[in-house]
């Protein structure tokens, strides 16, 4: 199926995990497909297996904890493509420094919270601002922001993940109703560790 052909989506934190499998899907229903990652070697690798299946991909290092980086992605995807369609937002610091430091509110590091939420909050609301004038311009968009089901229920640990997550939730929720009379639908993904 070709559902998407001729649209445009970038994929903010696309070289692994589900937003590498979010991109070959896109792509396989028809999209071109912008994957940005801090990991430039994931997102080429990427890029590279849509492009050897047919596809058309660019791979854009960025830094989602970084606003100039994010409107840097959304302004290459739409000087390479000619527009966006979709933005899938799909980071968060998962790595042994931040997460694996985020205990509970008592162990509180303030460091740790800080990197946390300038990656997986500031940066999902960095990469909106970025991309609501282009779709506002445009008549229309969709975003998808990959939440976590940490933000609903209360775990021993990861108090700062947990918190960052439910701030994209109530991002979301601002942003749906108050631009969906443009044409931009906001949407988000919980899920759950297995």
Known sequence: MQRLQGKVAIVAGGATGIGAATAFRLAAEGARVVV????????????????????QALAVHFNLADEASCQRLVATAVETFGGVDFLHDNGADLSSQT??????????????WERTFHTNLYGFA?????ILPHFLQR??????????DGAHGGEPTRV???????????LTRHIAPRWGSGNIRCNAVSPALS
């Open 36 to 55: 940005g990652d801090i990991n430039l070697d994931g997102a080429r690798a990427v890029a590279d297996r849509i492009t050897e299946a047919s596809g």
């Open 99 to 112: 997460l694996g430091r985020d205990g509970d509110l008592l162990n509180m590091e303030v460091e740790v």
């Open 126 to 130: 960095y990469t909106c601002r970025a």
């Open 139 to 148: 008549g229309g968009g969709a975003i998808v922001n990959t939440t976590s």
């Open 160 to 170: 700062a993940y947990a918190c960052s997550k439910a701030g994209v939730n109530a």
